[in-house]
């Protein structure tokens, strides 16, 4: 069985930052793309960021310059620090792990059950 789960969000002043961080556990044979998107109120879930296993990087363009994510190879684990932060920020962040399981042939989608940020003006 494999587990997603994130940490890290919180209540945080505009202008403020906050880091989150996402570790994929359990029966992993590989992780590939690791990645964090997000759902505001009303709207659809949006790609903030995502990073390759060898570290290429994918970034929205509202978050450019802002957000930076990176990963742990050896721990599973992907983070995304927020600078600047925005009251637009304000969302749902859920991370994303496509990973191949042990016993399983093809790489899947594996979701965290997502963390509140929230940015107040």
């Known amino acids: 069985q494999v587990q997603v789960v994130e940490s890290g969000g919180g209540l945080v002043q505009a202008g403020g930052s906050l880091r989150l961080s996402c570790a994929a556990s359990?029966?992993?044979?590989?992780?590939?793309?690791m990645g964090w998107y997000r759902r505001a109120p009303g709207k659809q879930r949006d790609l903030v960021a995502s990073?390759?296993?060898?570290?290429?990087?994918n970034y929205a363009d509202s978050v450019k310059g802002r957000f930076t994510i990176s990963r742990d190879n050896a721990k599973n684990t992907v983070y995304l620090q927020m600078n600047s932060l925005k009251p637009e920020d304000t969302a749902v962040y859920y991370c994303?792990?496509?990973?191949?399981?042990?016993?399983?042939?093809?790489?899947?989608?594996?979701w965290g059950q997502g963390t509140q940020v929230t940015v107040s003006s």
């Open positions: 994303k792990a496509t990973l191949q399981a042990t016993g399983l042939w093809v790489p899947n989608d594996y």
């Open positions: 990073i390759t296993r060898g570290g290429s990087t």
């Open positions: 359990g029966a992993i044979f590989s992780v590939n793309a």
